[in-house]
């Protein structure tokens, strides 16, 4: 259950905080089951305090640069679908437009596709629905 993801990543983060990768997880989760501005909150913080520390981190010299090049943009990407989660979740479609294109920019990710589409169809935007949703699918 999503409780006990958050759970989990909680407590995994409560060992080892620069774990940018269960952040922007948790970030992600805690936007999808937000209800109340609150919560909302306390996922934006983490969505941000992920690519803020991303942001100074220094990779191990022994990780190839390529593969922190992917799980750079995977990560960042997953944060910041979280903050496009939240604008939508607080009628704000143009920030939310952003954060889901910047989104599917890094980390072309399915369910992010699916979400920018239903925006892009709440925007009156329906190609480009019909091409996020095909990207969903593929």
């Known amino acids: ?24 997880g948790l970030s992600l989760i805690l936007a999808n089951e937000a209800r109340t501005p609150s919560e ?6 983490e ?11 220094v990779p191990p010299r ?4 390529p593969t922190w090049e992917q799980i750079t943009r995977r990560v960042e990407g997953q944060a910041h679908a979280a903050l496009g989660l939240i604008a939508f979740k607080r009628d704000r479609p143009g920030d939310a437009l952003r954060e889901f ?5 890094l980390s072309p990710d399915p369910a992010t596709h699916y979400r920018l589409g239903k925006l892009y169809q709440v925007l009156g935007r329906h190609q480009e ?5 095909e990207a969903a699918s593929a």
Do not use: G, I, M, W
């Not at 990543?9 to 952040?23: D, E, F, G, K």
């Not at 909302?40 to 913080?45: E, H, M, S």
């Not at 022994?62 to 640069?65: A, F």
């Open 1 to 24: 259950s999503d409780a006990e993801a958050v759970r989990a990543a909680t407590q995994a983060l409560a060992l080892a905080p620069h774990n940018h990768s269960v952040r922007a």
């Open 101 to 105: 294109e910047t989104s599917v920019r």
């Open 47 to 57: 969505a941000n305090a992920t690519l803020d520390r991303l942001a100074s981190f």
């Open 40 to 45: 909302l909150d306390t996922a934006q913080r």
């Open 62 to 65: 022994s990780l190839p640069y």
């Open 129 to 133: 629905a019909r091409k996020s949703f």
